[in-house]
């Protein structure tokens, strides 16, 4: 069973940057598509980005395309999501997920698809 580790998090103002980070404990790390997802408070946990098991397909919620990219270094077991240009609403508790699970393809965006989680890390930007 893979664990998973965010770190990254911070306090930053709005138009700056973070890059977040999750290392996975498990080898077959490279076998497993990846997420991030974030939850703010009294909200709901929402999708923010998803990667393919190999990096080739990647996938954004409409609300942080063109701002945000992830990108995995299977060799380092790591993914990492990029935040640039970020916002106040993009605060909140950002999680990564690893799925081995099937129809992977058609269910990036659902939280239930991934068995696996981190712990999460906050990120908070200030107006």
């Known amino acids: 069973q893979v664990q998973l580790v965010e770190s990254g998090g911070g306090l930053v103002q709005a138009g700056g940057s973070l890059r977040l980070s999750c290392a996975a404990s498990?080898?077959?790390?490279?076998?497993?598509?990846m997420g991030w997802f974030r939850q703010a408070p009294g909200k709901e946990r929402e999708f923010v980005a998803a990667?393919?098991?190999?990096?080739?397909?990647?996938y954004y919620a409409d609300s942080v395309k063109g701002r945000f990219t992830i990108s995995r270094d299977n060799a380092k077991n790591t993914v990492y999501l990029r935040m640039t240009s970020l916002k106040p609403e993009d605060t909140a508790g950002y999680y990564c997920?690893?799925?081995?699970?099937?129809?992977?393809?058609?269910?990036?965006?659902?939280?239930?698809?991934?068995?696996?989680w981190g712990q999460g890390t906050q990120v908070t930007v200030s107006s």
């Open positions: 990667i393919s098991w190999v990096g080739i397909n990647t």
């Open positions: 997920a690893g799925s081995n699970t099937g129809y992977w393809s058609g269910n990036y965006f659902r939280s239930a698809q991934y068995p696996y």
């Open positions: 498990d080898r077959t790390f490279s076998s497993y598509n």
